[in-house]
């Protein structure tokens, strides 16, 4: 008989095949993408596929019913076992038998696409550093002594044309009982990067948990983590914790500080973030119920300090000109080498690529997330944290610079702020007539005016501001008139309102007073509002000092990244002037952009090579040494600038012209200087 | 002007130069081995060479005093500093400018050979897997935001044309500071392996110090290491401890069913050996005088239990049939893999292959060291230690198996046994005549019957008898009568001496009654004879085994290995019978020849490469299963043997055809089946 005619889709690659062949074996040899752990032995199910039958004018066939071998007893079995959709086959049982089309659906495929949320952005195409093979090894044969881990790679060679892997001790101590227990089949994760390979783990016998990995990104204030399943990149656990490297110092200079003070500050540091690293790991794996002996990968993104104390590099020279990194490029390394426990004992760690010594890995990771290097407009990205990172750039150029915005827009530093938390004002309005101010708090779905409110935060009350309501207020209040284009906060005699308190030598405003109840009075103080000019200035200095440097005036879309990020109000972010002067609609949040970055390196090896060139190609901007920051600096003081015009924001909202400055006090000259 | 000639010795590359060439470039380009750390910079001072003046028949030249540039300022500079042999030059510093002869003393040669002490052995070749590279490195630049590290590699690439290696977190930690104290001049210790390379050590400046490494022996009951160093080969220091996993278990079956009885028996022993390990190293570092962090590498051989529980691997495979290793291949592993510290921390550890699961590293690095494979007469080489590790083979074959002796060899399991340690009788001889014995003790210059002895051993005292002692006891006490073949032995009737105690229904021959001055009585009993043919019977099997396997009936040459092997006389072991029949002449002693295997391995990494090659070549016979053994190890019980005539022997030692069975004990006969 002649050869028959196998059309895969969605590829539509095609070819002819002597009758009797394996589905499978014609998928491979077609190169189609088609999933398998046991390699072809119908144990791990990895490899269905769903026939078509009928006319196909489409592929020029018509594929009649005795296409395939019949339904056989390796299928019925699996099917009682663990159940199979209707119509789906096993590719390596299913023998062709006539010319026949083939789907192969998108959970059979080895380097199958995750969509992202976030509809800008690229898909996650899954083709993990770390893959499965399931292998039967042979027996110890006392004529022909050999190890036990050299008949394993026998059996890798045969039976996946595998180059021999190395073998971390500690897996080596796992595989006599594993080959033994698994009556000499087991299942390893191998972890390739070009020829090489590792195993990281093995098990007895086919492993049906599949394998994870850890995208960690570690902030100087929180380090958040996500669990991904390495087979088809669904995130399956999410946890944060608090970086414990803030007891040595809020923000990244003044731990560098500590290190330089402190002898054995720097190891300190690093201790504890490692172990921070490991209670994170531990409890995000426990809550998700899988076995740690799984987890073995872990991609880390975070800033050049953190980079530094993570490996246990003392960060003194971050600290000054020229901002030397001990290493910009990406690290490979292993668990162990950071400290991670909690993990596969042999579990592989990467460390993206730094772009310079105040533009991190994290920054890596928001241009792999983002691809600024890939978009036709000019797209500028902020990852508003502690430090902000600056991205600027479209397909012809990118660059980036980092800015020292201090974690005023985290809630910190700011006289009733506090954690973005159950209990913290996240949203809030201020009537321009009434001056009264409704606010939304976490943890309830109502406003503060709405029925029911009062109940609905009875759980947790009323206890403070947080980022994006700070932020929110500031704007508000210089929306109703309450605050000048300086920043100076009126009295209650200058804007006709009781919610303005004196304050020594200046006002605040009277949010919420709960102190009847024994609550915090939560105020915007003239404090407050010092201390997110400064951080806003700082951020817009940096975007401006990217666009000097490209030669533009205005940039077609902004995005905010950063978990931050996502809940920023882009009026409100406009209305301060945080960002330059867009239409609103060309404003979009990214979210943990970083953390997404870290994801995509997890997910997909390719990623990381495509990274690793890129960060080589972004122009690197050192706002420390670059006089023009200042003077940007300075002008961004004012809210929202003093000099820049910001028309598309003035075209949506109406900014009073008011001047509290009495010319006496000079509180807001001086402060301004600071 | 025409290219000057240059003709380099001993290698005898010649090569025309444009004149104003410097010698060492003209030897790198002609492939001259000639050493040089600073890459040409004329401050390591080993490129030295020597220039021949004067007429040059065999090289058809005559070499005017110009012929090279005026000795410069950069050589008297280093010659004031640091002393240059007379008429010696710096190779980066002397120019050609005319034809000349130029010597390449033996400590320029970057592969110079290091004799070995040994008549018979190979020298060892200098190609160590870790050397010394001083760099000067480009300074960070803002503009140009690179790593240390990055700008690191780029100066190995420019300078000395390497490809971008790795680096241990533990290295990168050093980078910076020791970039910054050498000026931007570090020297850096570059383990090569294949293409791939590693940063194992950084210095500032221009390392003077050397690299140093541990060949370690690590044995079932002492483990032993020298400290080489890598420029020259030199042992610079050598030491050894006692195992301290003794305490488990004598010998390695005994470990074995520790771990297999005991849960958690397999770490503790991991422990104790890996932290005597440690002690070793510092101890034997210490007594050098180096820095820690100079010592980049470390070999080890040792038996397959042995080299399990170094790696944490339980041994219960290794305590069944079929013996299975948990790896036999060759590890590259480093210092922290097995808990190694006291050494650079980067250090990288080489562990050699195994050749079966009863034949191990050791055998492995006896087989490199003694080469067997490249022998054109059939060698039979014995390792004796607590296991025998023997081989046998000539460069058309090899073959390889271990024996269990235990460790009566090295007396223990014998009445008056100790470890050979001043105090303890090493040599003995008794009169055939007055059957009064004569001996040695270490530490004391003189036989027991001299003048002065009594005071040479005052200090020590005479405490026991050690193996090579108990060996010469039992052989004198058959070739004085006092033993018959069966290893009976005869009482003082049937020998007509006083020494012949009884001891229950056997005897017993006194060496020496120390009891009146608060000493030991130092006897020889039966069962230390019983002992003793055990643990030769399993030696000779073991030989018998590979000689049937290989159809001879006799060896060209026995080599006895292991520091033991050091001490036996030959013709002492042979009336025993430990091995078989050859002229006296034709047994050599090769020193701890596995501990020399894994200096050499150290030395030279094309050994590495050579020994993984050579083990897949040689015939592994597993003693264990084989039935042959058994009737050999019967046979081989009677002194010297029951059926094998050992013609050699007796035509150079007269053995008495006596007989002290009377019949009724039994006592030979029942202790010869247990």
């Known amino acids: ?68 071998s019949d339904w056989n007893a390796v299928e019925q079995r699996y099917k009682d076992k663990r159940g199979l959709i209707e119509g789906r086959r096993l590719g390596c049982q299913a023998r062709i038998e006539g010319d026949v089309v083939i789907d192969v659906p998108p ?88 020829d090489a390979g590792q195993i990281t783990a093995i098990w007895p016998g086919l492993h049906e948990g599949g394998i994870q990995g850890l995208a960690i990104d570690l902030g100087s204030t929180t380090i958040a983590a996500h669990l991904c399943d390495l087979g088809d990149g669904r995130v399956i656990g999410s946890s944060g914790v608090m970086n414990p490297q803030i007891r040595f110092g809020e923000d990244l200079m003044s731990r560098v500080s500590y290190a330089m003070m402190n002898p054995g500050g720097a190891a300190e540091m690093t201790t504890a973030v490692q172990e921070a690293l490991t209670r994170l790991a531990t409890a995000i794996i426990a809550e998700a119920g899988i076995d740690a002996a799984q987890v073995v990968e872990a991609v880390i993104v975070c800033n050049p300090v953190m980079h530094h104390l993570l490996l246990g590099i003392d960060p ?32 592989q760690v990467y460390i993206l690529p730094c772009i310079a010594g105040h533009v991190g890995a994290d920054a890596a990771a928001v241009a792999l997330s983002e691809a600024p290097d890939k978009s036709d407009d000019l797209v500028l990205i902020v990852d508003v944290g502690t430090n902000a990172e600056i991205l600027l750039g479209n397909r012809d150029r990118v660059l980036a610079c980092s800015s020292p915005t201090g974690p005023a827009f985290e809630g910190a530093q700011i006289s009733s702020g506090q954690r973005a938390a159950p209990g913290a004002i996240e949203r809030l309005e201020i009537d321009p007539v009434t001056r009264e101010p409704r606010f939304r708090v976490i943890g309830c779905d109502l406003w503060s005016d709405e029925p029911g409110f009062a109940e609905g935060v009875a759980a947790t009350g009323i206890t403070g501001i947080c980022g994006s309501g700070i932020i929110e207020a500031v704007a508000e209040m210089r929306m109703a008139g309450l605050l000048d284009a300086s920043g100076l906060i ?33 105020t915007v103080t003239q404090g407050d509002i010092r201390a997110i ?7 817009y200095a940096g975007a401006r000092l990217l666009m000097d440097e490209l030669g533009v005036d205005r940039v077609d879309r902004v995005v905010l990244a950063g978990a931050f990020g996502a ?52 122009h690197k901007v050192e706002t420390a040494i670059e006089p023009r920051f200042q003077e940007h600096f300075v002008a961004a003081n004012a809210l929202p600038h003093a000099t820049d015009p910001f028309p598309e924001l003035r075209k949506v909202v109406t900014l009073p012209e008011v001047s509290f400055n009495t010319g006496g006090g000079g509180d807001g000259a001086r402060r301004r200087r600071r």
Chains 1, 2 share one sequence.
Not at 39 to 67: D, L
Not at 503 to 522: C, F, K, M
Not at 591 to 618: K, P
């Open 1 to 68: 008989m002649d050869d028959a005619l196998v059309i895969f889709t969605p590829s539509g690659k095609r070819g002819r095949f002597a009758r009797g062949t394996p589905v499978l074996t014609a998928a491979r040899q077609l190169g189609v993408d088609l999933d398998s752990v046991c390699g072809g032995r119908g144990i791990c199910s990895k490899c269905q596929v769903t026939p078509g039958y009928g006319a196909f004018p489409k592929h020029g066939v018509t594929v009649e019913p005795g296409a395939l």
């Open 107 to 194: 959970e059979s495929q080895l380097h199958r696409q995750v969509i992202r949320k976030a509809a800008t952005a690229r898909a996650i195409t899954m083709n993990p550093a770390t893959r499965l093979y399931y292998v039967e090894v042979a027996e110890p044969d006392m004529e022909n002594p050999s190890g036990d881990f050299e008949r394993l790679c026998e059996a890798l060679a045969d039976q996946w044309s595998l180059p021999r892997p190395a073998i971390a001790p500690a897996v080596l101590r796992r595989l006599q009982p594993a080959l033994r227990k698994g009556n000499w089949r087991v299942t390893v994760a191998l972890h390739r990067t070009g």
């Open 316 to 347: 003194v020279e971050l600290g000054q000109a020229p901002f030397a990194l001990a290493t910009s490029g990406s690290l490979a390394l292993t668990a162990r080498d950071i400290g991670l426990s909690g993990v596969a004992e042999a579990a």
């Open 490 to 522: 009126g009295s209650a005699e200058q804007v006709g309102s009781a919610r303005m308190i004196p304050q020594g030598r200046t006002h605040a405003y009277l949010i919420h007073d709960g102190s009847a109840a024994g609550g915090p009075v939560i």
């Open 533 to 539: 000019q400064l951080a806003k200035s700082a951020l």
């Open 567 to 618: 809940h920023i109000s882009a009026k409100h972010a406009m209305v301060l002037g945080m960002i330059p002067d867009v239409t609103l609609d060309r404003v979009s949040s990214a979210g943990n952009a970083a953390g997404t970055g870290a994801r995509i390196a997890l997910c997909d090896q390719e990623a990381r090579v495509a990274i690793e060139e890129t960060v080589h190609h972004i």
